[in-house]
């Protein structure tokens, strides 16, 4: 089911199958809450249950990495080069203490990177089993790679705040998301988020005044009805 189709059920359920020309709901403002109730719920899910739904993760394919001087100061290079993503990652939502990044690999999908604490890159050297393993870590919106073998390209999963986002990434010379594909949703989590929206949101609708005429002043109608 498309983030369309959903929003248009829950503006088919609020009108009771009417439908009318003149809707001031636009569809744009449903969207923005399906989005606000799903991250919500998936992290509710998440600290009760610890289940990560595969349905609800989206994939950013080849993402491709560049070396960038270590210094967070433009004028101020250190000589040192990371590997960093070229584009910033979209926000993730919250899970308890760590990014809902669910997994970073190679282009093959299939041998993982593991995700490390941005705070424990410095002693990675140290440590006597995997000093020399490649690791991915988190810097600002950015991803990067310790010891990244020569890699160039990543695949990351996870699960974000707002599906549209990764439109404007470029996924292998595609979209990583277009409004055709599915929402990336369980369908339980649809019924919540429909029923949430049309049961509390939009009841608060018809409380509010409305000024058709633009003129800054509530309409004489609105102004009646208190």
């Known amino acids: 089911m498309t983030l369309n189709e959903i929003c248009y059920n829950i503006l088919n359920l609020y009108r009771g199958g009417r439908s009318s020309n ?68 979209p926000r993730t939502i919250r899970f308890n203490h760590q990014e809902a990044i669910t997994a970073v690999s190679d282009v093959t999908g299939i041998h993982s990177i593991p995700v490390v604490p941005l705070n424990t890159v410095q002693l990675l050297p140290f440590d006597r089993f995997t000093k020399t393993g490649t690791k991915a870590f988190m810097l600002g919106d950015h991803l990067g790679l310790y010891e990244p073998d ?36 369980p369908m339980d989590l649809v019924d919540a988020v429909t029923r949430g929206i049309v049961e509390g949101t939009l009841k608060l609708l018809p409380l509010t005044v409305s000024d058709t005429t633009n003129d800054t002043m509530q309409d004489a109608a609105d102004v009646g009805k208190k």
Do not use: W
Not at 48 to 71: F, K, T, W, Y
Not at 162 to 168: K, V
């Open 22 to 89: 003149n809707e001031q709901i636009p569809l744009r403002q449903i969207a923005f809450n399906v989005k606000h109730h799903r991250a919500t719920l998936l992290r509710r899910d998440f600290e009760r249950n610890g289940l990560i739904s595969r349905h609800a993760e989206q994939e950013i394919r080849c993402m491709r990495l560049v070396p960038v001087d270590a210094s967070r100061c433009c004028g101020l290079p250190v000589g040192c080069k990371v590997m960093l993503t070229e584009q910033p990652i």
């Open 150 to 185: 020569g890699r160039d390209r990543v695949n990351i999963r996870g699960i974000f705040e707002d599906p549209e986002e990764l439109s404007l990434l470029d996924c292998d010379g595609a979209s990583c998301y277009d409004p055709d594909m599915d929402f990336p949703m």
